[in-house]
């Protein structure tokens, strides 16, 4: 499935909420994101349509299993990322600034020779 970087983003977002403990709702992620209520209602009813998501009664979204899946994908690499360039003396916010823009378009193949190099 093909996602794009805004889809990609809103996913870590739900996971990185709920990582603190936050009974994700659209209300947290517009202040998350300081998005506007209709941004982000479109972002979740697309979310959803894909499969993604799952909204409960209550409101509270969670991750389907290849939402979740997706969602730990780019926490991974964000975190990987940010790490790296600060080892390498990029100022923290601009190493996670960085990592968000290059964690969405770095190919599997390129990551995976990143953290073969990091083990050694």
């Known amino acids: 499935m093909l996602l ?3 889809a990609e983003d809103y996913l870590e977002r739900i996971l990185m909420l709920q ?7 659209s209300i947290d992620l517009a202040q998350s994101f300081n ?8 972002a979740i009813n697309n979310l959803k349509h894909n499969r993604l998501i799952e909204i409960a009664n209550n409101g509270v979204i969670s991750l389907t299993n ?3 899946q997706i969602a730990n994908k780019i926490f991974n690499r964000h975190n990987i990322l940010s790490n790296l360039f ?6 923290e916010e601009i190493a996670k600034t960085d990592a ?11 990551f995976a020779a990143i953290i073969n190099h990091l083990k050694k």
């Open 4 to 6: 794009y970087k805004s």
């Open 19 to 25: 990582k603190k403990g936050v009974a994700v709702r």
């Open 35 to 42: 998005y506007s209520r209709a941004s982000i209602s479109r």
């Open 66 to 68: 290849e939402g979740y």
């Open 86 to 91: 600060i080892q390498l003396g990029v100022p």
């Open 100 to 110: 968000c823009k290059i964690e969405h378009d770095i190919s599997d193949i390129t």
